[in-house]
């Protein structure tokens, strides 16, 4: 994706034709796992969480120009503070920036809380001023804020009957970002980024310089291990919430567990090494799990 959606400022006049055709496209052209899930919606709620996800991707860009060594500098600070002036301007009517100006049609549309928003773009702050957690209720908490109001903006699309849902919305979206710290530990350690909990390396006798040097020790994977189950769990506890009047609507959520399980699959499978290569998943495999999960669906099997 293009560098400049990362500068709410420069993004005035999108080359595309329409705001919706702008949010699609980046969507699209990111070739996130979040696109397998949207397959199966009405072409209504799937476009409202295109914009969705393009207010999530714009917000990660500006975040990854910190660059390489993650460090805040002032330029990044300040555009990240732009693209919340810009939230606001959205939530007031005035939004100028193409994703912004599907946001608030979405946002009108669906009653969507502008605080979840607000709640990621605190989270991605974390990530320019903290690189280490020393508990896991720390790392849990930023968990909620880039992934678990993920879960909650998007069940207000697919709909929902019981407030239950919520909680079955922010455990999932804590499952997902979990497993995308197991499978990025490598790239973040290159980054001096470490999200895995300081008191989980200390209960496990693992060094940091076991993960920077990329040591798969007996501590490491004992590590890795332990952190794969708890990541398991938020995937079992998401489960064990969910009303069964509202599983139906939640058809895309079930498509994106189907794949982030199988990536922690594949981290076990590889015995952890998630140094040497990145954990993927192909377009093929991606696909045949969301036809599983939409055949399951639709079937009943």
């Excluded at 702050?125 to 879960?151: I, N, P, W």
């Amino acid at each position: 994706m293009s560098r400049s959606a990362a500068h709410p400022e420069k993004q005035r006049g999108p080359a595309i034709s329409s705001a919706g055709q702008f949010c699609r496209a980046l969507t699209k052209a990111s070739r996130s796992n979040f696109t397998y899930a949207f397959l199966f919606l009405p072409r209504r709620e799937r476009d409202a969480l295109y914009a969705i996800y393009a207010f999530c991707r714009v917000t990660d860009d500006i975040v990854d120009e910190a660059g390489a060594s993650r460090k805040a500098g002032p330029s990044v600070l300040e555009r990240l503070a732009a693209w919340r002036a810009e939230l606001a301007a959205c939530v007031r009517g005035e939004a100028s920036h193409p994703v912004t100006q599907r946001l608030a049609e979405t946002m009108r549309t669906y009653r969507i809380p502008p605080r979840y928003f607000e709640e990621l773009l605190d989270g991605v702050e974390m990530d320019l001023v903290k690189s280490r957690y020393a508990t896991f209720a720390e790392l849990e908490e930023y968990c909620h804020r880039v992934a678990g109001a993920v879960g909650l903006m998007c069940i207000e699309v697919f709909g929902y009957s019981r407030p239950e849902t919520r909680q079955y919305a922010e455990r999932l979206g804590t499952a997902f970002q979990l497993t995308n710290i197991l499978r990025d530990l490598g790239t973040d350690c290159a980054c001096n980024r470490l999200y895995l909990p300081q008191e989980d390396l200390a209960r496990f006798g693992c060094a940091e310089s076991d993960l920077f040097e990329r040591r798969l020790s007996p501590a490491y994977r004992a590590l890795m291990r332990f952190e794969v189950e708890r990541a398991r769990g938020f995937y079992a506890a998401a489960e064990a919430v969910l009303p069964p009047e509202d599983r139906p609507r939640m058809l895309p959520a079930h498509v994106m567990g189907a794949i982030y399980r199988r990536i922690l699959e594949r981290i076990e499978a590889g015995g952890y090494d998630v140094f040497t290569r990145r954990i993927r998943l192909s377009r093929s495999h991606r696909m045949a799990l969301a036809l599983g999960c939409w055949l399951r669906h639709r079937f009943g099997t």
